[in-house]
Protein backbone atom coordinates (compact mmCIF):
# COMPACT_ATOMS: atom_id res chain seq x y z
CA UNK A 1 0.00 0.00 0.00
CA UNK A 2 0.97 3.64 -1.07
CA UNK A 3 1.53 4.92 2.74
CA UNK A 4 3.55 1.72 3.41
CA UNK A 5 6.09 2.21 0.29
CA UNK A 6 6.23 5.50 0.98
CA UNK A 7 7.73 4.97 4.45
CA UNK A 8 10.14 2.48 3.18
CA UNK A 9 11.25 5.12 0.69
CA UNK A 10 12.16 7.67 3.44
CA UNK A 11 13.55 4.87 5.78
CA UNK A 12 15.93 3.72 3.15
CA UNK A 13 17.01 7.84 2.06
CA UNK A 14 17.75 8.23 5.62
CA UNK A 15 19.93 5.29 5.93
CA UNK A 16 22.11 6.60 2.84
CA UNK A 17 22.11 9.88 4.65
CA UNK A 18 22.85 9.12 8.24
CA UNK A 19 26.80 8.56 8.56
CA UNK A 20 26.70 12.95 7.41
CA UNK A 21 23.90 13.19 9.60
CA UNK A 22 26.03 11.24 12.30
CA UNK A 23 29.24 13.62 10.97
CA UNK A 24 27.70 17.05 11.52
CA UNK A 25 26.13 15.83 14.81
CA UNK A 26 29.11 14.99 16.19
CA UNK A 27 31.40 18.33 14.59
CA UNK A 28 28.77 20.14 16.30
CA UNK A 29 29.02 18.89 19.27
CA UNK A 30 33.01 18.38 19.70
CA UNK A 31 33.18 22.47 18.11
CA UNK A 32 30.73 23.34 21.32
CA UNK A 33 28.49 25.01 18.46
CA UNK A 34 25.15 24.72 19.83
CA UNK A 35 23.05 26.63 16.84
CA UNK A 36 24.90 23.80 14.37
CA UNK A 37 23.98 20.84 16.71
CA UNK A 38 20.42 22.44 17.26
CA UNK A 39 19.74 22.55 13.58
CA UNK A 40 21.39 19.15 12.65
CA UNK A 41 19.11 17.84 15.60
CA UNK A 42 16.12 19.25 14.12
CA UNK A 43 16.92 18.08 10.49
CA UNK A 44 17.62 14.57 11.70
CA UNK A 45 14.36 14.58 14.09
CA UNK A 46 12.26 15.62 10.71
CA UNK A 47 14.21 12.40 8.52
CA UNK A 48 13.22 10.07 10.73
CA UNK A 49 9.58 11.35 11.76
CA UNK A 50 8.21 9.20 9.65
CA UNK A 51 10.53 6.08 9.85
CA UNK A 52 8.87 4.38 12.81
CA UNK A 53 12.18 5.43 15.49
CA UNK A 54 10.40 6.11 18.50
CA UNK A 55 13.83 5.73 20.62
CA UNK A 56 16.12 7.94 18.18
CA UNK A 57 12.60 10.88 17.78
CA UNK A 58 12.23 10.72 21.94
CA UNK A 59 16.30 10.97 22.07
CA UNK A 60 16.37 13.53 19.44
CA UNK A 61 13.61 15.68 21.04
CA UNK A 62 14.78 15.57 24.79
CA UNK A 63 18.33 17.17 23.24
CA UNK A 64 16.75 20.22 21.19
CA UNK A 65 14.78 21.04 24.28
CA UNK A 66 18.03 20.88 26.30
CA UNK A 67 19.11 23.22 23.68
CA UNK A 68 15.99 25.15 23.38
CA UNK A 69 15.98 25.79 27.14
CA UNK A 70 20.24 26.03 27.55
CA UNK A 71 20.15 23.43 30.23
CA UNK A 72 23.75 23.08 30.07
CA UNK A 73 23.17 20.32 32.92
CA UNK A 74 20.95 18.44 30.87
CA UNK A 75 23.15 18.63 27.21
CA UNK A 76 25.81 16.14 27.54
CA UNK A 77 23.47 13.48 28.88
CA UNK A 78 20.92 14.57 26.06
CA UNK A 79 23.62 14.15 23.23
CA UNK A 80 24.58 11.20 24.78
CA UNK A 81 21.19 9.34 24.47
CA UNK A 82 20.87 10.52 20.76
CA UNK A 83 24.31 9.90 19.74
CA UNK A 84 23.67 6.49 21.35
CA UNK A 85 20.32 6.21 19.28
CA UNK A 86 21.68 7.00 16.19
CA UNK A 87 24.57 4.70 16.44
CA UNK A 88 22.74 1.74 16.91
CA UNK A 89 20.79 2.76 14.15
CA UNK A 90 23.80 3.01 12.18
CA UNK A 91 25.06 -0.17 13.64
CA UNK A 92 22.00 -2.29 12.22
CA UNK A 93 21.93 -0.18 8.58
CA UNK A 94 25.54 -2.76 8.33
CA UNK A 95 28.75 -1.93 6.95
CA UNK A 96 28.94 1.42 4.28
CA UNK A 97 31.64 1.23 1.91
CA UNK A 98 34.32 3.63 2.45
Known sequence: DL???FASQLFASLLLELPEHRQAFTSAWLANDH???AASAHRLAGA???CN???LSAA???LERALREGDEAALPQAYNLA???LDALLEKSGPRES
Open 60 to 62: LAG
Open 3 to 5: PDR
Open 83 to 85: SRE
Open 53 to 55: LPE
Open 48 to 50: VAY
Open 35 to 37: ASL
